[in-house]
């Protein structure tokens, strides 16, 4: 089975735009959570989202959002870029089933903003 | 707000050592706890799973305790390799959100 994949791996964007990144969790998964992870800030949930809603939101400003289509893949979206926003961006995909899931990470995407 | 510790933040060790790593968290209304290694650059793989209502969580060389009323989980990793050099991370799932609150990473590297 394939596992998270996550794109593009890199990005080097300057302030003031905007980036989008996507992510397509394993199949048969259908949440999937979006992280970030900086050297001072570690790492640092953003949202959830499950069939297409969001669940759960962090505490990240309003220039931070995402969405999720109906095969589970899911883009997140930083608009307005600043110079705090390079980091490595994470999602992870479960089956949510409020069991014994496990979350699988993806590699990450790689934001530079310059 | 679950606030989650390791320590130690890096440890050094030689190879063929026993070794323990720490996660501490301020609350203790889990659901599960997890434990990852993340490689430089890379995106986080999942070691073990330890649900609130259980003690501990074996795979190969690595055993994962859980103290949930005392706040605690421990990764013992046997007989280390330099291929366990990573950053290992302890994360906390709470019983209501499903996002994990992350610990600070133990940067483990061992010497051969």
């Known amino acids: 089975k394939a596992g998270v994949t996550q794109t593009p791996r890199y990005l080097i964007k300057t302030r003031g735009q905007q980036v989008t990144l996507s992510c397509s969790p394993i199949s048969g998964h259908r949440s999937v959570s979006w992280y970030q992870q900086t050297p001072g800030q570690g790492l640092q949930f953003l949202f959830e989202?499950?069939?297409?809603?969001?669940?759960n939101k962090g505490n990240f400003p309003g220039r931070f959002s995402g969405r999720q289509f109906s095969n589970s893949r899911s883009e997140m979206n930083v608009s307005t870029l600043e110079l705090g926003d390079s980091a490595l961006y994470l999602c992870a995909s479960s089956t949510a089933d409020r069991g014994f899931e496990t979350q699988y990470f993806g590699p990450g995407t790689r934001l530079l903003v310059l | 707000k679950q606030e989650v510790t390791q320590i130690p933040a890096a440890l050094s060790v030689p190879e063929g050592e026993n070794l323990v790593l720490n996660c501490s968290f301020t609350d203790s209304a889990i659901y599960n706890l997890q434990w990852f290694r993340q490689d430089p650059g890379k995106g986080l793989t999942s070691l073990l799973l330890i649900q609130s209502s259980q003690r501990e969580q074996t795979s190969g060389r690595l055993n994962a305790s859980l103290d949930k009323s005392s706040g605690r989980s421990t990764l013992y990793i046997a007989a280390s390799q330099p291929g366990d050099s990573a950053t290992y991370l302890c994360?906390?799932?709470?019983?209501?959100?499903?996002?994990?609150?992350f610990g600070t990473g133990t940067s483990l590297t061992v010497i051969p």
């Open positions: 994360a906390v799932r709470p019983n209501t959100g499903n996002q994990f609150y």
């Open positions: 989202y499950f069939s297409e809603t969001q669940r």
